[in-house]
């Protein structure tokens, strides 16, 4: 520990001191006396600390105050907040997947700062059923006797394995051990699950007798998982769901199939390829179907299982769907964004995942021309900003070889010299980070998700300032 001199330390305030100066005060109102006193109790040592150093330069109290303030700010701002997802990746799981409509967004406020019947009949006075509020537009929607709803998909396929398969067998082709973002792997969940996982054929094909063949007295359920992020090509082989479901019904065994991203509607009419639906698995004669809420349906995290009236009620009497269930705000807004579904008409319009996922290229390309003077403008002639054709993708693991054509902004150096990486690290210091992607020398910036459009503009004159 270094001694500082004296005649510094004299020149040191003490914090009562500062306390009570105008700048302080201001701190204070906005902070709070506990948080600023710390503050600058801890500044102070580090002053000290400093001017013990040889050489140091005085104490410069608009200059200390200033850099506690700044300290404050950066360390009072919330850690989770909203960005900009320039990516090309509509539902893309790290920035939050899909982007909510409003009416959603509303219902959860008044969810949040109200009491609500979450689980109150309010015809019969007594205890109701929080899965209700959403039962009824997923089984108009689905055609499912019954739904359950839950946490996310992951926790979806693990509630009805555990329920329906307990130390017991389910048969999966080996073409459908599928992972998921790193730590969902359907072979992990089976056992997590309690269940024991019997792989039948091949990675690139499964026949219907060699699901036949693997039945035994110790099978619960034939399951079929949607290979939602990649695709076998070539010589290759699946059992049609139609078959799977009747092999299983032979054998009175369940017939269960995690669809991950679960379309309610026929994207074709969107001019999206077809991803198959939960209504469609159902009256292929599935049982029980799983799909998340917040990927192609465009509504929060959850995961929805939807099917049989007598596997449903095991699975909603599961002690582990305590540990699963949703909570108010997730439940308000998965009821806001199913009751849009009942008025398909509106749907592109009232929906933002299917807004985006679904802009003409047209229009995204006006929208770059808009931009591109402002974001040129602020980089300065270090850096070119040129218009480029893209292509964005889904996310989420939906239709992952499908693209839809889009526009943006290409950023390179005009020399040699310019580091994209610094760019990218600026752009999402901005006070709404924007994220792009770096690909072949060049920062793409997709503007397929440009909402709020003004805001991305005006903020842009922070790059200048930190260039
Ligand atoms: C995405 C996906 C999951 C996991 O769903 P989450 O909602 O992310 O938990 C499970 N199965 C399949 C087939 C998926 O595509």
Redesign the pocket.
Known sequence: MLNPAPAARRALPAVDRLLGTEAVLALIAQYGRTRITATLRAALDAERERLAQDGAAPYDETGFLQRCAAQLACTSAPSLKPVFNLTGTVLHTNLGRAVMPESAAKAVYAAMTRPVNLEFDLDGGARGERDSHVERWLHELTGGEKAVAVN????A?YLVLNTLGLKREVLVSRGEL?E??GA?RIPDIMSRAGVKLVEVGTTNRTHLKDFAEAITPRTAAIMK??T??YVVQGFTAAVPEADLATLAHQHNLPFLV????GSLINLEDYGIPHERTPRETLADGADVVTF?G??LLGGP?A?LIVGRKDLMACIAKNPMKRSLRLDKMTLTALDAVLRLYLHPEKLREELPALRLLTRDRDDIAAQAARVQPALAAALGGHWRVEITDCKSQIG??ALPVDSMPSCGLAIAPAEKKGNLNKLAAALRALPVPVIGHIRDGTLTLDLRCLDHEDEFVTQLQHLKASR
């Open positions: 996310n998909n992951a926790a396929v599928i998921i973002g969902f998982v949607h939602s992020n995690d669809l991950g991203s998340s917040d990927k995290q995961g989420s693991g």
